[in-house]
Every structure is written in structure tokens, then in C-alpha cells.
């Protein structure tokens, strides 16, 4: 299977199609227009839209093909992890606009390939596949059965696989003038090299703002000069109290009634929940006629491993394919999936017939399923069954406090007359917190409610307002204390607390220019450090990429430590401090002795450049032709994404 895929990744992507497959946020969706109407494609690439009639010339891109797209980047993570993700997971990671941007960069490639009179004959598909050393048996010559037997175990439709080689043929046609070998210059080459593998160790003294213990107190000819020039950082903010009435489905769920039926139908309509499906280890030969696969089974019934005899009747020394744990649906429906889910552990005893050909199959290992009883889930399914209905009654409720808002009645008559409670907050700012920073407003809806005070005029209502969770409330502005500048007497301790904490940061920072100063004129760093009470450490090596943070060598220390000549010291602030740092010791890069390791750089350095061209080809492509995506279709295909 990794021979497969090494030499299949060549064909269908190769280094030209690897180039393609750049990040999207290059090529981004930000000029995606949307498209109106109603259709089972989700993009189109070229061409230009008649109302009615529909689209005239270009490419289109269906949600098939997205879909299709999207399973088998979820196939590939399996593959590689043994564990699929979950389709839900995989869209909140952006896995689904990943495989939209991969079918919409075949169908710009596809329009340029057309626009350009660019045609690959089916002799030259069939010949790259006949040279794909994968799906070559005995002889090195093709072979088909292993050819199908490889692209089913991979999931990969041929059709597909077909139209991608075809692609990458093209491709090599229409981006042929980018050439990867020697495109970097050699000086380019190894000063970037020299640069990127340079090494250092540095020392370090951390200097904390605490060192400073002899702050003095501020006058007040200082305090009040500091804050004239602060006063925006101690001003006082809008308060508000407001009152409101919050509908949740907790309000609901007493009047929410599940019958034990609908719990037991609940469990059953979600079995495959509750319960982990057989799992069997399978491996498969695969032959073209009944008689070579019964000619496997007796030389296995004779003592040869199934690997010996299907050598023996294929020629092939890969006539075995391991398909690893698999559950019944990972198999193509049919007798294939019921004949390898019926059988015991062993070699079958009767080969299977399937569209693909005849299969000898080897049970290695059975996992059994397993099934959690009701009686430990039903609670769960009961609490599950009143959550989904109790959003239908909380509509209703709120739709009937609307109808009492709407007879003219204030928040209050109406939550009265329907028996809801009002909440009352007092003086909270726009955060939720009260005048000693306590978050008061917490909760469900919390921001929301804050934001719909903050919204009302004095002595209003709010609308009845929804918020993304499906909670409703209505808020009511019982009162504003206006913002403003206090005077000096109000906070006069922050304002000397925070003059202080100015000061001691300057004092500290004095204090490491000065030492800087001597340890750049000759001082002896480690008694200045010693001087202060402060450690010396010293880094391990590091390139200008690496951090060593546990010797205070963080991303801007190593970048100040490269810029030093050895011997040299220069300091980096922190939030709460600084860290002194020394250049101790420069390794420079060998080139001599990195020969190697030079030229695999440089044939690295020659395929980014090439691929930054390859960037802007298909850049220019795309806004040439243009890209509109009807976000409508996409969005819908993937709002609550199940396997495919």
C-alpha cells in the first residue's frame, strides 16, 4: 500500500499538481461571488450567466464532486491515523472549504486546458497508468487486476483517478515553461542556507521590574501632573441598571412528557450509537477468473500461506493486499462486504465473486461488536427527547409573551400576566461588572443581555430578541449614570499605584542600560549579575528558528542574540522585566561539509521559487476567468455533514 501510494501521489498530483495545491488562503474564497437560483452546482469557472437560461460557456463544479472530495480527504487522514474523523469535526476545521478549493483549482485548470486547445488522447492515459510501477506485476508488465485491486483499496473511483491523470498531463503541457532545476541563484542558495543553519549559544540574565524596591511615593505636585496626562486611563465608564425577563428551555422542560415507547424507540433508531460494529483484520488476493482463485484456496488447503500461493498462481509477489480492521461499510456493498462479514477466521474456503473480479479472502482477527443495554442509556434518551421537543414549547412561550407585549403592556404587565420572572441588575458597564470589577451579568444569553442594555434608551423596552442559542428575552433600561472623568480624590490610589509602577519599570530599565553599558565595555558579566542577585545562564545552541525558554530565550531574545557579535550584550523588554542577553558563541555553516545537505537545499529552495510561479499562473488564471460560488448549495451540502 505505501508503494501504491508513493508512486500513485507521483501520477495523480506529481510535482506540477503538488504545486497547485497551495494553501487557500492564497487563493482564498474573498472573490467567490454568489450565485442566485437554485442548482446542484456549487461553482462555475468561467463563462457568464444568463438569467432564466442559465450558464453560457466555462466550467462547472457540482457539490458531488466537493462531497466526493471532502470523504476522500477523510479517507486519507484514516489511513494515515487509523482513526477517521468525524465528518462534523472535520467541517468546523475547514476541511470542507478545503475540498471545495481543490475541485474549483482542477476546474480553472480544466478551463484553461480547453482554452488553450490542450487535448490528452486516451493512448496517453492508458500509457502513464501502464507505466505507474504500482500497478505493475510479474515481469513489470501492467496488470489489471492489480491495477482495480489497488484503486479499491484506496477508495479512489477510476473514473477519477482517470480524469486526474489526464489533468496532470495537461498540466505538464500548460505549466511546462516552469522549469524547477537551477532556478535559484547559486549566491541566493548559500547565503540563505548559510544564514538559516548559522547556530549560536548565548547567556542570559533575566532582570524582573521587581528588582526595584526603592520606589519613592509621588508627590502630589507628581500625582496630579500624572494624572492630567493619564486621565483617560482612569476614567470612569457608563453604569447602567436595567431588568429583563430571559426565556430558556429550562422554563419549558416540566411541561415536556416522553412515554417509556418513544424512549425504547429512541434507543432503537439510535443503535449504531450505542454500540460498536464488528470490526475484522481482512487480507485478499485478487484474481480474474474462478479457476485461478480456487487454485489459490487448494495450494492454501495444501500448507502454503496465502501469500505463497497466490505468488504461486499470479506470478505477482504483491497478490496479497492488506485491507487491515475494517467494518462492514468500509466495503462496496454486495457480496463482497456479506461474504467477508460471514466468514470465520482463516482462509475462505470458497473464493467471492464481486464486479472487481474473484476474491480469496484471509480473516486474520474478528472484533466482535458490542452493545450498551437501555436500561443504562434511557435516562440519557429521555432527558434527549425532552431537550428536542422543549425548543418547539419555548417558542410557543415566547410567542405568547410577544402577543401580551403586543397589547401595549410593559415588560413587567406582560411577564405578569404570564407568570414570568424579572430580573433585576443594578449598575453594571458595558463588560457585566459592577464599580469594583465583579462580573454581575452571568449566564445564559449574559453578553446578550448587556448588549441590549447598553442599546435601549432610559426607561425602554428592547424588542423581544433572540439570541443564538434559541434563548429569548426582552431587556428593560431602568436607569444611565453617564460616564465620566473623576476627580483626582476618587482614584487617587490607582493613580499612585500605577505612577509608581511607571516609575519602577524606568528605574529598572536605567539599571539594565547601565549594566549593558559594562558588560559592552569589557565588564565581567557575571559579577555584574552577581552584583544584583541575578543567575547567568547560559542557552543551548539554537538556530535563529529556536526558542530555549526555559533560559529566557524567547523568539524576539534569539532574534536580538543574532544580530551580536560574540561577546556583545544587548537587552530585550518583556512584560515584566528584561532579558539581558550575550552572544557567547557563533557556529557558522560549513558548506564544505554540508555538500549534501547544500544541494537537497537548493533543489528545496528551486521547487518553492517554482512554485511561487506556479502561484501566480494560476492566480492570473483565476482572475481571468473568474470564480462565483453558490454559497447556498455549499452551505447546505455540509450543516450537518455525515459520511458520504
Do not use: C
Not at 483517478?161 to 537551477?182: H, W
Amino acid at each position: 500500500m505505501n508503494k501504491f501510494r508513493k508512486y500513485a501521489s507521483y501520477i495523480i498530483m506529481s510535482v506540477l499538481l503538488g504545486m497547485l495545491i497551495i494553501s487557500f488562503a492564497l487563493w482564498g474564497i474573498g472573490d467567490m461571488l454568489r450565485m442566485g437560483g437554485q442548482s446542484n452546482d456549487v461553482a462555475h469557472v468561467g463563462g457568464f450567466h444568463v438569467p432564466v437560461y442559465g450558464w453560457v460557456g466555462g466550467t462547472s463544479v457540482s457539490i458531488q464532486d466537493v462531497r466526493d472530495r471532502f470523504n476522500r480527504q477523510l479517507d486519507q487522514i484514516q489511513r494515515q491515523t487509523g482513526q477517521r474523523p468525524d465528518p462534523d469535526q472535520a467541517v468546523r476545521y475547514g476541511l470542507n472549504v478545503r475540498a471545495l478549493e481543490d475541485v474549483v483549482q482542477r476546474a480553472v485548470i480544466d478551463q484553461a486546458m480547453n482554452d488553450y486547445g490542450i487535448v490528452v488522447s486516451d493512448a496517453q492515459v492508458r500509457q502513464v497508468i501502464a507505466q505507474n510501477p504500482a500497478f505493475q506485476g510479474a515481469g513489470n508488465k501492467f496488470d489489471p487486476m492489480k491495477y482495480r485491486n489497488l484503486l479499491q483499496q484506496a477508495r479512489i473511483n477510476e473514473a477519477s483517478y482517470v480524469a486526474d491523470v489526464r489533468r496532470e498531463i495537461g498540466s505538464t503541457e500548460l505549466f511546462g515553461t516552469v522549469r524547477t532545476e537551477g532556478i535559484g541563484p547559486k549566491s541566493l542558495r548559500d547565503d540563505i542556507f548559510k544564514m538559516e543553519s548559522e547556530k549560536r549559544i548565548g547567556e542570559t540574565i533575566y532582570v524582573p521590574d521587581s528588582i526595584v524596591t526603592d520606589v519613592p511615593k509621588p508627590t502630589a505636585e507628581q500625582l496630579g501632573t500624572y494624572f492630567d496626562a493619564n486621565k483617560a486611563r482612569f476614567q470612569i465608564p457608563e453604569y447602567r441598571a436595567f431588568s429583563y425577563v430571559l426565556l430558556t428551555t429550562n422554563d419549558v422542560m416540566d411541561q415536556v412528557s416522553v412515554t417509556p415507547d418513544q424512549v425504547k424507540q429512541e434507543y432503537d433508531s439510535r443503535a449504531a450509537e450505542f454500540g460498536a460494529p464488528e470490526k475484522r483484520d481482512v487480507d485478499q488476493a485478487m484474481t480474474d477468473s474462478e479457476d485461478k482463485a480456487k487454485a489459490i484456496i487448494a495450494a492454501v488447503k495444501e500448507g502454503k500461506s496465502l501469500e505463497e500461493a497466490a505468488k504461486q498462481v499470479t506470478g505477482s509477489a504483491d497478490g496479497v493486499i492488506k485491507l487491515g480492521l475494517i467494518q462492514k461499510k468500509d466495503l462496496p456493498a454486495g457480496p463482497l462486504a456479506d461474504g467477508i462479514f460471514s466468514l470465520p477466521e482463516g482462509v475462505a474456503s470458497e473464493p467471492i465473486k464481486s464486479p472487481l473480479g474473484w476474491h480469496v479472502v484471509r480473516i486474520n482477527k474478528i472484533e466482535a461488536g458490542k452493545v450498551t443495554p437501555f436500561d443504562e442509556v434511557k435516562d440519557k434518551l429521555e432527558k434527549d427527547l425532552k431537550a428536542q421537543a422543549a425548543p418547539d414549547l419555548l417558542v410557543k412561550l415566547a410567542n405568547d409573551f410577544d402577543r401580551e407585549l403586543g397589547k401595549g403592556q410593559s415588560m413587567a404587565d406582560a411577564a405578569k400576566a404570564l407568570g414570568l420572572k424579572v430580573v433585576t441588575v443594578e449598575n453594571v458597564d458595558a463588560r457585566g461588572q459592577d464599580q469594583s470589577g465583579k462580573q454581575v451579568v452571568i449566564g445564559p444569553a449574559a453578553a446578550e443581555l448587556v448588549q441590549a442594555a447598553f442599546s435601549t434608551r432610559e426607561g425602554s423596552d428592547s424588542d423581544l430578541l433572540e439570541t443564538p442559542k434559541g434563548e429569548y428575552f426582552i431587556v428593560h433600561t431602568d436607569r444611565i449614570t453617564p460616564s465620566r472623568t473623576p476627580a483626582l480624590s476618587e482614584v487617587e490610589a490607582k493613580v499612585a499605584q500605577a505612577w509608581e509602577a511607571e516609575q519602577r519599570r524606568k528605574m529598572a530599565d536605567q539599571k539594565v542600560k547601565e549594566l549593558v553599558d559594562k558588560a559592552n565595555a569589557g565588564g565581567d558579566l557575571p559579577a555584574l549579575a552577581k552584583e544584583l542577585g541575578l543567575e547567568l545562564r547560559t542557552t543551548k545552541v539554537v538556530t535563529r528558528f529556536d526558542s530555549d525558554t526555559g533560559n529566557y530565550l524567547s523568539q524576539p531574545v534569539t532574534q536580538a542574540l543574532f544580530k551580536l557579535a560574540v561577546g556583545k550584550v544587548q537587552a530585550v523588554r518583556t512584560a515584566d522585566g528584561n532579558v539581558i542577553v550575550r552572544a557567547k558563541e557563533i557556529q557558522p555553516a560549513d558548506l564544505a561539509k554540508a555538500k549534501d545537505q547544500l544541494d537537497r537545499f537548493g533543489t528545496q529552495l528551486d521547487t518553492m521559487i517554482a512554485n511561487d510561479l506556479v502561484a501566480q499562473l494560476l492566480a492570473a488564471l483565476r482572475a481571468k476567468y473568474g470564480v462565483q460560488v453558490n454559497e447556498q448549495v455549499f452551505q447546505a451540502a455540509f450543516q450537518s455533514q455525515q459520511p458520504q
